[in-house]
C-alpha cells in the first residue's frame, strides 16, 4: 500500500473544510456531507471551531484513491495559526491550496504559498466557491499566476459561474492528446508545475477532476521501510483519562506497540483506516503512515520519534528539517480566573496544555500571583479561554495585549562575592564575567577556572542558575544571547561533626550557588549595560498607487517604515518594517483607507531597540537580585 499525506490550506472561509466533506463524501467515506454552518462536519471536533466555522487545530482522517491510502490533514487557515500550519506542513507529501473564486487571493494565501513554495511541497490548487454570486474564477487565475505563482497551470475553464449549474469543462484530455500530460505530471510531482482546478465544494462540480489530480499530480510518500525508525510528533491531544495522544507522521521504518522512547513507552498504536478514515487499532505504524500513539507520556508537539532518518532518506530528513522552524509568538497577555478559588486550577490547566505545545509560552508572577502567556494573535484567546473552559471547567478573562521584548548586552562586566566577606551569608563564591553575543547564537557558558577545582555538582549549579536568570534582565525581559564566564570560585569542603552527621553551617552546597549566582550575574549585567529590543515584523502593503499620498502619512503614524516602493501600472508595493504592537491595528485600519483595496501581509523578522517613548519595563517573576538587601531577605527566609 503507498501513501499520500495531503495537507489542504487557505485563507479563511475559502471551503477548505467543505472541500474536505466532499472529498470524503466522493471516496465514499462518509454518507453525508457535514456542514460548517451546522457544526457537522468531520474535521472540525473542536466545539469553538464548529461555533466559529474555522480550522484551529489540524485535524485528520483518510480516504481511499485509487491504490493509494490519502491522509488528509485540514488545517487552520485563520493568521493567528500560522504555527499550527507551519508544523503540520512538515509531515505532509502535497498539497491542495484552495483559494475562492470571489473573494480571490488573500494576504494569508499568499503566506502560505510562499510557505510551500520554501519547502519545495507539490502543489494543486483549487478556485473554490465557482457556483456563489460574484465568482469570477478567470480573474482570480490571472490573481494566481501573478500573485502566488508563475508556473501555475490552469487545467480547464468554469461555464456558468455564479450560478448553481456552474460546471468545470477540464482540458486534461486535450492535453493528453497532444503528449503534455505526462510532462505536466512530472513537473507538479517535484513542485515545478502547479496545476489549477475550479469547481465548488458545496455542489460538487470540479471534483472528479480534482480527485484525479491528485492521484495523478502529487507524490506519493517514499518507500524508506526498511532504514531505521525516524518519525515527526505534529498533534497532541488528550485522551477521556488526561493522557496524552500523538500524531506521529513515520519518515523511515516502524514503530511498535512496546517500543521504548525517551518520551514513553508505546502502549498502543493505531492507524487511519482508508475505509471510513478513523483510527483503528494496530501494532506498527510504518514509513508513510500517520499514526495515532498512545503511551507517550512526556510527549510534545515537535518531538522526533527513534532515529533520524540518516543518509538512506536526506531528501525526507531535508524537509522534516526546513519544517520545523516558525517565528516565535511576539505578543503575551496577563489571563486571571474569574473566581479566585480557580487560580490553581488554571494554572495547572496551562502548564499541561504548555507541556504538550511548545509555542505556548507560560510565565508566572509570584509576587502578584499573575500568569502571563505568550501568542500569536488575539482570535488564539478565545481559543484558549474556550478550552480553558470547556475542558477544564476554569473561567478566565485576559487583560490587553502587549509586545514580547527582549534585552541585547551592551558591553562587558564582571561580578564577583567571595564566601563571608561583607553580605554574602552563602558558603560559595562565584565570580562571573558577562558579554554580547550575537543574535540568534544564544547563552553559551565557559570557564577561566582551574578544570577540577569545583566540584561538578556545584558547576552544574551555577550554569544552570545563569540560564534561568537570564530569562529577566534589567528590564525584566528575556536575555536571549550572552557569553557568560566562570572566572572564579571557591567553596567550603564537606564538614561532619565527631559522630559523623553532616554540619550545613560549615558545608558550601549547590543550593549555596544557586542563590548567590543570581546576585553576581546581575552585578555583572548592571555593569554591561542593556537595551530593549522590541519585534518587528516585515510588511508588504500593496495598495492603488493613486493612494500613496494617503497612505504614507498613516504608515508613520504606525512606526511602520517603508523601504522599497515599487510602482507597476495601478498597483503600488511597499515594503518595510513595522512593530508587532502596532500590526493588529494597522491591519484593521488598511481596507477603509484603501476602500477595500490594500492588502497587507506581515511576519516577525527581528527584535530592534525601541525608538521614541518609554522604554518597556516588565515585572520579575521572582525575587528581584537587582535589589540585593530585598533579594536577600527574600531567599534567607525561603520566600
Request: proline share 6%; net charge neutral.
Amino acid at each position: 500500500m503507498r501513501y499520500l499525506n495531503l495537507g489542504i490550506l487557505a485563507h479563511v472561509d475559502a471551503g477548505k473544510t467543505s472541500l474536505t466533506e466532499r472529498l470524503l463524501h466522493a471516496a465514499g467515506v462518509i454518507d453525508e456531507i457535514g456542514s460548517v454552518d451546522r457544526g457537522t462536519t468531520r474535521t472540525d471536533s473542536l466545539e469553538l471551531e464548529r461555533r466559529r466555522g474555522i480550522t484551529i487545530k489540524a485535524a485528520v482522517t483518510a480516504f481511499p484513491l485509487g491504490g493509494t491510502t490519502v491522509n488528509l490533514v485540514d488545517t487552520p487557515g485563520h493568521p493567528d495559526f500560522i504555527a499550527e500550519v507551519e508544523r503540520t506542513l512538515g509531515v505532509l507529501d502535497g498539497v491542495v491550496l484552495v483559494v475562492s473564486a470571489v473573494e480571490g487571493v488573500q494576504p494569508q494565501t499568499r503566506v502560505l504559498m510562499r510557505a510551500v513554495r520554501r519547502l519545495g511541497l507539490p502543489t494543486v490548487l483549487f478556485v473554490n466557491k465557482a457556483d456563489r454570486a460574484g465568482a469570477d474564477p478567470a480573474r482570480v487565475l490571472a490573481e494566481i499566476s501573478a500573485k502566488l505563482t508563475p508556473a501555475a497551470f490552469p487545467l480547464g475553464r468554469i461555464e456558468g459561474a455564479g450560478t448553481r449549474a456552474a460546471r468545470f469543462v477540464s482540458d486534461v484530455p486535450e492535453l493528453r492528446r497532444l503528449g503534455l500530460w505526462s510532462q505536466l505530471a512530472a513537473d507538479s510531482r517535484r513542485g515545478a508545475a502547479h496545476p489549477v482546478y475550479s469547481g465548488s465544494a458545496i455542489t460538487g462540480a470540479g471534483i472528479p477532476d480534482l480527485m484525479a489530480g491528485i492521484e495523478h499530480l502529487l507524490p506519493r510518500s517514499a518507500d524508506h521501510t526498511a532504514t531505521p525508525a525516524a518519525g515527526r510528533v505534529f498533534k497532541v491531544e488528550r485522551g477521556a483519562a488526561g493522557e496524552r495522544i500523538a500524531y506521529v507522521r513515520m519518515f523511515a521504518g516502524a514503530l511498535k506497540t512496546r517500543d521504548r522512547l525517551p518520551s514513553g513507552r508505546v502502549t498502543g498504536i493505531s492507524v487511519l483506516s482508508a475505509a471510513d478514515g478513523a483510527p483503528v487499532p494496530a501494532e506498527v505504524v510504518s514509513a508513510g503512515q500517520i499514526g495515532v500513539v498512545h503511551g507517550l507520556t512526556r510527549v510534545r508537539i515537535g518531538d522526533r520519534l527513534g532515529a533520524r532518518a540518516g543518509q538512506e532518506n536526506e531528501e525526507e530528513n531535508e524537509q522534516d528539517t526546513a519544517a520545523t522552524y516558525f517565528a516565535p509568538p511576539t505578543l503575551e497577555t496577563v489571563v486571571e480566573p474569574r473566581e479566585q478559588a480557580d487560580r490553581g486550577p488554571m494554572f495547572a490547566a496551562l502548564t499541561q496544555l504548555a507541556e504538550q505545545d511548545p509555542l505556548i509560552g507560560l510565565r508566572y508572577d509570584r509576587d502578584r500571583a499573575q500568569t502571563s502567556l505568550s501568542l500569536y494573535g488575539e482570535v488564539q484567546k478565545e481559543v484558549i479561554q474556550t478550552t480553558l473552559c470547556e475542558e477544564y471547567g476554569v473561567a478566565v478573562d485576559f487583560r490587553e495585549t502587549r509586545p514580547i521584548c527582549v534585552e541585547r548586552i551592551l558591553g562587558v562586566g564582571e561580578g564577583l562575592d567571595v564566601i563571608k566577606r561583607g553580605d554574602n551569608p552563602f558558603l560559595a563564591t562565584v565570580g562571573l564575567r558577562i558579554a554580547p553575543a550575537p543574535a540568534g547564537s544564544g547563552v553559551s557558558f565557559g570557564l577561566e577556572i582551574e578544570l577540577g577545582s569545583l566540584p561538578p555538582a556545584f558547576l552544574t549549579a551555577i550554569e544552570e542558575t545563569v540560564r534561568a536568570t537570564l530569562a529577566s534582565g534589567l528590564h525584566g525581559w528575556e536575555i536571549p544571547d550572552a557569553v557568560v564566564t566562570l572566572t572564579r570560585s571557591g567553596y567550603w569542603a564537606r564538614q561532619s561533626h565527631a559522630h559523623g552527621t553532616f554540619d550545613k553551617s560549615m558545608s558550601s552546597t549547590a543550593g549555596d550557588f544557586r542563590s548567590l549566582t543570581p546576585l553576581v550575574l546581575m552585578e555583572a549585567l548592571a555593569k554591561a549595560r542593556t537595551e530593549v529590543c522590541e519585534p518587528l515584523h516585515r510588511f508588504r502593503l500593496e495598495v492603488p498607487s493613486a493612494l500613496l499620498g494617503t497612505v504614507l502619512p498613516v504608515l508613520a503614524a504606525f512606526r511602520a517604515v517603508p523601504g522599497s516602493t515599487t510602482v507597476a501600472g495601478e498597483a503600488a508595493v511597499l515594503e518595510g518594517m513595522v512593530p508587532a504592537a502596532r500590526v493588529h491595528a494597522l491591519g484593521r485600519r488598511i481596507p477603509g483607507l484603501t476602500g477595500g483595496e490594500g492588502v497587507l501581509e506581515s511576519a516577525f523578522d527581528h527584535f530592534a531597540p525601541v525608538s521614541g517613548g518609554e522604554v518597556p519595563e516588565r515585572a520579575r517573576w521572582d525575587a528581584n537580585p537587582l535589589d540585593r538587601k530585598e533579594y536577600l531577605m527574600r531567599v534567607q527566609r525561603g520566600v
